[in-house]
């Protein structure tokens, strides 16, 4: 019990008055005194003791907004992922005209957005699919069937991780443009439809020519074969270092070239810090383009 306080009380009328008056003034002396630690009362209704937590940011835009507030770049998701912003998008893809698919080789964009595609499927390592979950980036995957057929398993690892496959041709002709007619052009392209749909449960909206070249008559035959573009590069990760046609740093909307490598890691490492160092955003070529 606390430091007492007497209660001093006028002369009592009575017995019965006295002890009464006596008592309460203890309870109001205990009162006055609680222990240390005890708690403090309850808060009115819809008070608070102490202020909330900030939340982070809204990840959804607004009606009209062209950017979208962004929660800090290195925010996390359980499971180690970023949070990533949201844009909408100042593109539209254009359609196919007079039977061709148009050709992208870069988005034109005001956003801070770059793409990541890697083509090919010749190497396949863990160390690939260690990284591309590490630093959380979806990528489209332009695959040739010949290359990865033999264990579509592995890029489904990728597609899990919110990547999408795409299509590079059967047999990866680097001069099907120059070697190959429309007929056979279109079976290449077709052949590798097919087999995606198969292996990955999705028929490919984009396609990316073996080498880079293109021709009218590829640009018809993606379209016969049902795709929405044919998507070509001004920068790429190569070597362990990047290459740009234009400039010599990443700009808003790049699509940048990668490929299934040994060298993988090194590229992907060159890559990131030119992603960093531009102040990008990886975001999916396909969701921009709403191909996905």
Not at 70 to 77: K, V
Not at 192 to 204: K, L
Not at 275 to 285: D, I, R, S, Y
Request: glycine content about 8%.
């Amino acid at each position: 019990m606390c430091e007492h306080h007497p209660a001093v009380l006028p002369a009592p009328p009575g017995r019965r008055t006295a002890l009464g008056l006596l008592g309460a003034s203890v309870m109001a002396a205990l009162g006055a005194c609680a222990a240390p630690g005890s708690t403090a009362p309850a808060a009115a209704a819809g008070s608070e003791t102490r202020p909330r937590q900030a939340l982070p940011p809204a990840l959804t835009a607004g009606q009209g907004q062209a950017a979208v507030p962004a929660a800090p770049a290195n925010l996390r998701r359980p499971g180690n992922k970023r949070i990533r912003r949201s844009f909408i998008p100042d593109f539209k893809l254009p359609p196919v005209q007079n039977g061709l698919a148009p050709v992208l080789t870069r988005i034109a964009t005001q956003h801070p957005v770059v793409f990541l595609t890697i083509d090919d499927g010749v190497t396949r390592t863990p160390e690939m699919v260690r990284l591309m979950a590490e630093y959380d980036y979806p990528a489209s995957i332009f695959l040739t069937r010949n290359f990865v057929q033999a264990d579509p398993a592995f890029f489904k690892q990728f597609a899990a991780q919110g990547s999408l496959v795409e299509n590079h041709t059967v047999s990866h002709n680097v001069n099907m443009v120059t070697q190959l007619g429309y007929q056979q052009q279109l079976a290449e392209i077709t052949g590798m439809q097919e087999f995606a749909e198969q292996q990955f449960g999705r028929r490919p909206a984009l396609f990316r020519p073996p080498g880079g070249a293109y021709s009218t008559a590829m640009r018809q035959a993606v379209a016969a074969a049902g795709m929405k573009a044919v998507v070509t590069w001004e920068a790429k990760a190569n070597a362990g270092r990047m290459d740009y046609q234009y400039g010599n740093a990443l700009r808003p909307g790049d699509i940048v070239l990668m490929h299934f490598r040994p060298e993988f890691a090194a590229d992907l490492a060159a890559f990131r810090a030119a992603q960093l160092a531009a102040g990008l955003e990886v975001v999916l070529l396909e969701d921009f383009l709403g191909v996905a």
